[in-house]
Structure formats: structure tokens, C-alpha cells
């Protein structure tokens, strides 16, 4: 399989095999106007598989999606085809607007024009709750 290299945009590495879909989706990729590639299950010496996601356009980056789907990812910010860039993501402390609160009490519910904020609580177990009424995220 041969995927062309991008000269404008990022490269998201190192996703964890099955991931990518997930994230193509949470950061909206498929209302972009550009050449957007998935690869699935490419072979990582590191990680056994992998997905990777090329984008070939300079488009703002949700570091907080990244780091919620999958703490550890890189991110590979590339100018005329050579990497100017390289950043390693991981768990957000917040997450505003990335998820919504599922608890038909909470406060979001009623008052629609509140942000869906949920904070991190435990890093090991990778545990949100939300801010208003402590519900735990659904990941």
C-alpha cells in the first residue's frame, strides 16, 4: 500500500490499533475540504499495530480530543513535505464541549446553553466526571 506523503498539515502517530475512526470522528474530519487519510492496523515495532491519520492541510488541532481518545499519540506538524514540528499528547485536565453529560438530572440538561465540562479524576483508571454533577464520562 503506498500513501503519498503530505507537503501542508499534521500527521497523528502512534494511535493506538483501532482508535482512529473514533478520532477521525471526534475532531470532524469529514467536514474538511481536504485530503484526510486513515490507516488502520499498519505494523509499529513499538506497538505491535497502529493507525495513523494524514492530513494534508494546516487546520487547528483539538489537543484535548487527541489526549481524551488516546493519551500518548504524536502529533507531526509538516511545512513544504519536512517536519517542523513534533508533539506528544496526553490526558487533558478538562475536557470543555468534547463530551456530553448522560445524567437526565444534570443541570445541562435544562440549561442547554451550559458547556459539557467534565474533569479528570483519576489518571490511572482514566476517569472523568462532569463538573456540575460529578457523573462519570461514558469513554
Known amino acids: 500500500?503506498?500513501?503519498?506523503?503530505?507537503?501542508?498539515?499534521?500527521v497523528i502517530d502512534h494511535i493506538t490499533a483501532g482508535s482512529g475512526m473514533k478520532l477521525y470522528d471526534l475532531l470532524g474530519l469529514d467536514k474538511l475540504d481536504c485530503s484526510v487519510a486513515i490507516i488502520k492496523?499498519?505494523?509499529?515495532?513499538?506497538?505491535?499495530?497502529?493507525?495513523?491519520i494524514k492530513i494534508d492541510a494546516d487546520i487547528p488541532i483539538d489537543f484535548d480530543v487527541?489526549?481524551?481518545?488516546?493519551?500518548?499519540?504524536?502529533?507531526d506538524f509538516i511545512k513544504d513535505g519536512v517536519r517542523v514540528d513534533k508533539k506528544n499528547v496526553d490526558l487533558p485536565e478538562k475536557?470543555?464541549?468534547?463530551?456530553?453529560?448522560?445524567?437526565?438530572?444534570?443541570?445541562?440538561?435544562?440549561?442547554?446553553?451550559?458547556?459539557?465540562?467534565?474533569?479528570?479524576?483519576?489518571?490511572e483508571k482514566k476517569i472523568y466526571r462532569c463538573i456540575y454533577c460529578e457523573t462519570k464520562a461514558n469513554i
Open 95 to 123: 475536557l470543555k464541549g468534547v463530551i456530553k453529560c448522560h445524567n437526565p438530572r444534570c443541570i445541562t440538561s435544562t440549561e442547554q446553553e451550559l458547556p459539557h465540562v467534565f474533569k479528570l479524576t483519576d489518571r
Open 66 to 75: 487527541i489526549g481524551y481518545v488516546d493519551p500518548g499519540v504524536t502529533l
Open 41 to 52: 492496523n499498519v505494523h509499529s515495532g513499538k506497538m505491535g499495530k497502529k493507525d495513523i
Open 1 to 10: 500500500m503506498n500513501i503519498d506523503s503530505i507537503q501542508n498539515g499534521v
